[in-house]
């Protein structure tokens, strides 16, 4: 099977029948850089069934929820109980280190304190939650990088929707909820909803949805360097921001510099990120 690039498409992972046989469903999946893949399952008596969707989409957590982080790499599968999560997860994402995040796509809007609620939260490797913050609202995209940065790309409710973090339409954050990132003035046109996000290695690939039709062009990005171009004409057209994250510190505290000129998705970043997860509806 291949798609349309002719990209080969194949099954990275499905669900074991003695998994399904015990209930569990597999609701969130993400792939890393490394080529690594993750599943959260979560076992039918933490879920309750939405009225709307069909299949395993319908299925959401009652919280507080038990679940079980499959994290498959070359060198086989780990396991990992992360117990009494209080987040209604729409994202999962890996982190150095074999930590790793959810994040719930929403926030709720700012009390009388002015704050906007966490909506992500950092888990240690054994499960335990290390740290939570807000990366914004209406998330409909999110990928973090090899050096832990977090990266959003967010849909009109969240840009239109008063969240100083949301506004511009595409973010970076660290995972001690700080901004890192923001595009400024120089995307092409303004993001009207992002579509998805990949990574491989040192790069990060966000695509959005605009109404203006947009040519190839690259600006720095903060420490690192970003690049836009239009992948494909929709009635709303389709770019893509290919950002290259800062280097890590060397060891003379320098930063190593970082230059980008592919404005091009890699193939093997479209295979690597394809995941079939079969399961019961």
């Not at 959810?102 to 939260?121: E, F, H, K, Q, Y």
């Not at 595009?183 to 695509?207: I, M, S, Y």
């Amino acid at each position: 099977m291949s798609d349309d690039s002719g990209t080969a498409a194949h099954e990275a992972w499905s669900l074991p029948a003695a998994d399904a046989f015990r209930g569990h469903r597999a609701l969130w999946w993400s792939a890393g850089p490394a080529g690594e893949l993750a599943v959260m399952l979560v076992h039918r008596r933490h879920l309750e069934r939405s009225r709307y969707g069909k299949g395993w989409h319908a299925w959401r957590p009652k919280n507080p929820f038990t679940g079980e982080l499959v994290t498959v790499t070359a060198q086989g599968e780990r396991r990992t109980t992360v117990e009494n999560v209080r987040i209604r997860p729409s994202h999962l994402a890996l982190l150095p280190d074999s930590r790793f995040l959810l994040v719930n796509s929403r926030t709720p809007r700012p009390g009388a304190d002015g704050l906007w609620g966490a909506n992500a939260v950092v888990f240690s490797p054994s499960g335990t939650p290390e740290n939570e913050f807000c990366v914004g609202d209406d998330i409909p995209a999110l990928i973090t990088d090899r050096h832990g940065g977090i990266w959003t790309a967010y849909g009109d409710e969240g840009i239109y929707g008063g969240h100083p973090g949301s506004g511009a339409g595409l973010a970076g954050w660290d995972t001690g909820g700080r901004a890192t990132w923001a595009p400024g003035d120089r995307l092409p046109a303004q993001p009207l909803e992002g579509c998805t996000a990949a990574t491989e290695g040192d790069r990060v690939w966000l695509v959005w949805y605009t109404r203006v039709k947009t040519r190839p062009r690259a600006e720095p990005c903060g420490s690192g360097h970003a690049s836009w171009h239009r992948t494909r004409h929709f009635p709303c057209a389709r770019s893509t921001c290919t950002s290259t994250p800062p280097a890590p510190p060397a060891t003379s505290g320098s930063r190593t510099p970082v230059v980008d000129t592919d404005t091009t998705a890699p193939s093997e970043a479209a295979a690597r990120i394809t995941a079939v997860l079969r399961q019961a509806s």
